[in-house]
């Protein structure tokens, strides 16, 4: 299984980035995915997570309202757009694969990662 992550960037506030994950050996459509970012000298952090089937997402609260997470299951590939995105923002973002159906906020439940991509917001 390989998830690669990407689109991440330099953005200045109020912009917008779209970040993809890929995955390959891999169906994300059966399974639940998220997407965690950390900051540095943070801890990992819940972001979005996306149920198998799609049926249903969540979206932690410091991003409600401005992420959409989403599948494009024809691609096999997970997508995160950032709206109005805010320097508290700026971030390392992973996305991770669970073999379950439902999504949770605990990084420690997924069982395949991303490499990671940098997201940068300047203010």
């Known amino acids: 299984v390989q998830l690669q992550a990407s689109g991440g960037g330099l953005v200045q506030a109020g912009g917008s980035l779209r970040l993809d994950c890929a995955a390959s050996r891999y169906t994300i459509i059966n399974n639940a995915m998220g997407w965690f970012r950390q900051a540095p000298g943070k801890g990992r952090e819940f972001v979005a997570h996306i149920s198998g089937t799609a049926r249903t997402t969540y979206y932690a609260n410091s991003v409600k309202g401005r992420f959409t997470i989403s599948i494009d299951s024809a691609k096999n590939t997970m997508y995160l757009q950032m709206n109005s995105l805010e320097p508290e923002d700026t971030a390392v973002y992973y996305c991770?694969?669970?073999?379950?159906?439902?999504?949770?906020?605990?990084?420690?439940?997924?069982?395949?990662w991303g490499q990671g991509t940098q997201v940068t917001v300047s203010s």
């Open positions: 991770a694969a669970r073999s379950a159906f439902f999504g949770t906020t605990s990084s420690s439940d997924y069982d395949y």
